[in-house]
Nanobody, 120 residues
Framework: QVQLVESGGGLVQAGGSLTLSCTAAGSIFSIYAMGWYRQAPGKQRELVARITSGGSINYADSVKDRFTISINNTKNTVYLQMNSLKPEDTAVYYC??????????????WGKGTLVTVSL
């Protein structure tokens, strides 16, 4: 019913920037929240940033003041602007969206992930 398409991952040197994007497509009625999670090898998946339809935003302490989450409601797209990247930011980043479908079914949907590698 809903598909998430992520883009923007890649290789960047420490101190550099990347912007991730995630667009939802399908039988979407409304979206309650959008967020980004990441998982590094050998570690658990963790919340990076999340924004609700009401405008509430949560950031992981490790990325606050460096990353910015934003949305384009018309395009059903969430962005993650990542600045001052550090090697510890290296991970697979996953998009998540809390979606109400056109048939009024609500659920969380995940993207396939996009790899961000930050080198020294």
């Amino acid at each position: 019913q809903v598909q998430l398409v992520e883009s923007g991952g890649g290789l960047v040197q420490a101190g550099g920037s990347l912007t991730l994007s995630c667009t939802a497509a399908g039988s979407i009625f409304s979206i309650y929240a959008m967020g980004w999670y990441r998982q590094a090898p050998g570690k658990q998946r963790e919340l990076v940033a999340r924004i609700t339809s009401g405008g509430s935003i949560n950031y992981a302490d490790s990325v606050k003041d460096r990353f910015t989450i934003s949305i384009n409601n018309t395009k059903n797209t969430v962005y993650l602007q990542m600045n001052s990247l550090k090697p510890e930011d290296t991970a697979v980043y996953y998009c998540n969206q809390d979606v109400l479908t056109i048939t009024r079914s609500r659920g969380n949907y995940w993207g396939k992930g996009t790899l961000v590698t930050v080198s020294l």
